[in-house]
């Protein structure tokens, strides 16, 4: 007598509710075998089974006995929910972009960033936008946003460029961290004025664009020569109002009301040009992934700023006066004020601060104000 069995295809998970078509029954050996097998399978993923709870027990105690989480504590990974990530594998993909309003130091914070990049092991990548153009139209910011996000050879990253901000979340893409640096409006503008003309002690051979021209700040603004009108004072509020259209408008209330709702709500840390030695010291405290050793560096360099501007001569009262007296020039120094407001208080709240008898500063750290206590879950 002949037996016959079906041939069943072996999908996962198996069914075993399913029977062997048969014209006669199975030999018993054959049943044996198959019944050795599925238990087999069964003590082999309960075994598993405990072995993870046992595994993630473990870890957890460990991390208790600690008192307080570390650089081991999990983060919830954003493939998998199920699986925790380190805050170190955290912070080796991150990136940090800092798109520089240009003459307010950004080329001192640059030249420290740059020096870190070997010793901390991430990557620092310059955006050059043809003809130094602060806008991208949509379809560039879509693939500057995707590129930088998702380019993973390159991670960690700092990236810089003087552009205007970027909603990466309007284009899909992943929010980086943002920095960015202010500087007095005025003082801004002449500084630009001047190293128009004069160049400075950065690349001091480069030929500038009205390399040769006297004409001083005060001559221009009384003559109201065109890069002495408000409008070309009209730069920190663009820088962080964005690519929109009314974003470029001079004296626009909603492009104002759009920085500062993006200083306030988008940016990681805004600090001020003549603050920037604390600056730095709350980059290292907050980004200590990219920024370890940035203030003491800083501190003992030697050259606190890499580059100033030649031949600057400090405006007249009157000057002064017409610059004051104009609406862009209070829309700018409103968003200013409101830069320094902040940064004043997350300096305040972040570092410990000590003048020295030569009158130089010691930055520390001070303690972390927060904990974890009351922890319940499945595995504790």
Not at 69 to 87: C, G, H, I, T, W
Not at 317 to 328: F, M, R, S, Y
């Amino acid at each position: 007598n002949k037996s016959t069995v079906s041939i069943l295809k072996c999908n996962w998970p198996l069914d075993l509710s399913r029977e062997f078509t048969t014209a006669a029954m199975t030999p018993p050996i054959t049943r044996v075998a198959l019944g050795a097998s599925l238990t087999a399978l069964i003590l082999t993923v309960v075994m598993l089974w405990h072995l993870e709870r046992e595994v993630s027990r473990l870890v957890d105690a460990r991390l208790r006995s600690k008192g307080e989480p570390d650089s081991a504590v999990p983060f919830m990974s954003a493939r998998n929910n199920a699986r925790p990530q380190s805050l170190s594998a955290v912070e080796d993909n991150q990136v940090v972009f800092y798109n520089r309003v240009p003459k307010s130091g950004s080329t001192t914070v640059m030249g420290l960033i740059y020096s870190l990049a070997k010793r901390n092991n991430f990557y620092c990548l310059h955006l050059n936008t043809t003809k130094n153009d602060h806008f991208m139209s949509i379809a560039d910011q879509y693939k500057f946003a995707w590129n930088i996000t998702t380019w993973r050879e390159r991670l960690p990253a700092v990236y810089h460029g003087h552009v205007y901000y970027i909603d990466f979340e309007r284009v899909g893409a992943r929010q980086p961290l943002l920095i960015q640096l202010l500087r007095d409006p005025i003082d801004r503008m002449i500084s630009y004025f001047y190293f128009l003309r004069f160049g400075d002690d950065f690349r001091p051979h480069l030929t500038r664009n009205k390399m040769g021209d006297t004409t001083t700040f005060d001559e221009c603004v009384q003559k109201s020569q065109r890069e002495c009108r408000p409008a070309a004072w009209w730069i920190q509020v663009p820088f962080f109002c964005g690519m929109a259209p009314e974003c470029r408008t001079p004296g626009s209330d909603w492009a104002l009301a759009e920085a500062k709702r993006n200083l306030l709500g988008k940016y990681l840390v805004v600090g001020v040009t003549e603050r920037i030695p604390e600056f730095i010291a709350v980059l290292e405290a907050t980004l200590p992934r990219f920024f370890k050793g940035a203030t003491n560096q800083y501190l003992s360099g030697g050259k606190t700023h890499l580059r100033k501007t030649k031949n600057k001569v400090p405006p007249q009262e009157k000057t002064l006066e017409v610059i004051k007296a104009t609406k862009v020039w209070q829309m700018e120094n409103e968003l200013y004020q409101l830069a320094k407001t902040v940064f004043e208080e997350t300096s305040r709240r972040t570092l410990k601060t000590e003048t020295k008898s030569d009158g130089s500063k010691r930055f520390t750290v001070k303690k972390r104000n927060f904990r974890y206590e009351k922890i319940v879950g499945p595995s504790l």
